[in-house]
């Protein structure tokens, strides 16, 4: 049984920080891509930031310079450094892992984790 458990989540006024974090545990065999997503309210799940395993990394254009993607292989652990946060980044904000646990490649999620920007 894989499970992604995500931390970090809170309320944080505009223009500061905060780190988010997943780990991936169970019977892993090999992680590709892990990425972060979120959903606000009304709107639909989007990619925020994404990294290989290889180190390659992708950022959505609202969040370039100001959030940060890394990962530890050892740990299977992604995580998201957001820094001069906004009340638009208000939202759920979801880990997602391509993996491969005894069986074929798939796509597990976390259970999401709050963000609030607000004053």
């Known amino acids: 049984q894989v499970q992604l458990v995500e931390s970090g989540g809170g309320l944080v006024q505009p223009g500061g920080s905060l780190r988010l974090s997943c780990a991936a545990s169970g019977s892993i065999v090999s992680v590709n891509v892990m990425g972060w997503y979120r959903q606000a309210p009304g709107k639909e799940r989007e990619l925020v930031a994404a990294i290989s395993s290889g180190g390659d990394r992708y950022y959505v254009d609202s969040v370039e310079g100001r959030f940060t993607i890394s990962r530890d292989n050892a740990k299977n652990t992604v995580y998201l450094e957001m820094n001069i946060l906004k009340p638009e980044d208000t939202a759920v904000y979801y880990c997602?892992?391509?993996?491969?646990?005894?069986?074929?490649?798939?796509?597990?999620w976390g259970q999401g984790t709050q963000v609030t920007v607000s004053s």
């Open positions: 997602k892992a391509e993996l491969r646990a005894p069986g074929p490649w798939g796509d597990y």
